[in-house]
Antibody, heavy 116, light 107 residues
Framework: EMQLVQSGAEVKKPGESLKISCRGS????????IGWVRQMPGKGLEWMGI????????RYSPSFQGQVTFSADKSITTAYLQWNSLKASDTGMYYC?????????WGQGTTVTVSS | DIQMTQSPSSLSASVGDRVTITCRAS??????LGWYQQKPGKVPKRLIY???SLQGGVPSRFSGSGSGTEFTLTISSLQPEDFATYYC?????????FGQGTKVEIK
């Protein structure tokens, strides 16, 4: 069964760093891009960008360029989303998803809460 | 960037109604469009890809149509489990973009 399993919920303070993970299984992880999607509380889905685990090529949406960093380690079939200095406005649910004609398989989501 | 304008933002409908949701792209995207359903507190689920191809396991009452700049998701006979928020996603060019969402509520 193809699946993406994300790391657990995080509670952080403003200014702290964070790296969340997304582990793929049931398919050849290196062959499919991984997309990241944000959903702020009570709001819609926002496309953050995409990474190709095969060569770590990344594309960021303009709103997220410079704010987050995508990475991937194909040897352990895991993609990462990282912040160097969190803000309260980063609070939300973050989904990873496999890219195939849009996105087909979604992770369960990671809740990030940033509060002083 | 390609803007996706989804309408309506919300609608009220009854079980058995035919429901239509539209997404308009700010420039042509061929058929590189998907439709997603999200229920409260749940992970989004793909219903349609390539504008009109039904995802496996999705009931046939869901259908998609359109190409270029105008796309439609139709639910032919609304069922109780279809009350949710629906999003379109264009994947023709980076950055990909979602529509703002359409919340389908019970009348």
């Amino acid at each position: 069964e193809m699946q993406l399993v994300q790391s657990g919920a995080e509670v952080k303070k403003p200014g702290e760093s964070l790296k969340i993970s997304c582990r793929g299984s049931g398919y050849t992880f290196a062959n499919y891009r991984i997309g990241w999607v944000r959903q702020m509380p009570g709001k819609g889905l926002e496309w953050m960008g995409i990474i190709y685990p095969g060569d770590s090529d990344t594309r960021y949406s303009p709103s997220f360029q410079g704010q987050v960093t995508f990475s991937a380690d194909k040897s352990i079939t895991t993609a990462y989303l990282q912040w160097n200095s969190l803000k309260a406005s980063d609070t939300g649910m973050y989904y990873c998803a496999r890219v195939r004609l849009g996105v087909d398989v979604w992770g369960q989501g990671t809740t990030v809460t940033v509060s002083s | 960037d390609i803007q996706m304008t989804q309408s309506p933002s919300s609608l009220s409908a009854s079980v058995g109604d035919r429901v239509t949701i539209t997404c308009r792209a700010s420039q042509g995207i061929g058929n590189d469009l998907g439709w997603y359903q999200q229920k409260p507190g749940k992970v989004p689920k793909r219903l349609i890809y390539a504008a009109s191809s039904l995802q496996g396991g999705v009931p046939s009452r869901f259908s998609g149509s359109g190409s270029g700049t105008e796309f439609t998701l139709t639910i032919s006979s609304l069922q109780p489990e279809d009350f949710a928020t629906y999003y379109c996603l264009q994947y023709n060019s980076y950055p990909w973009t979602f529509g703002q969402g359409t919340k389908v509520e019970i009348k």
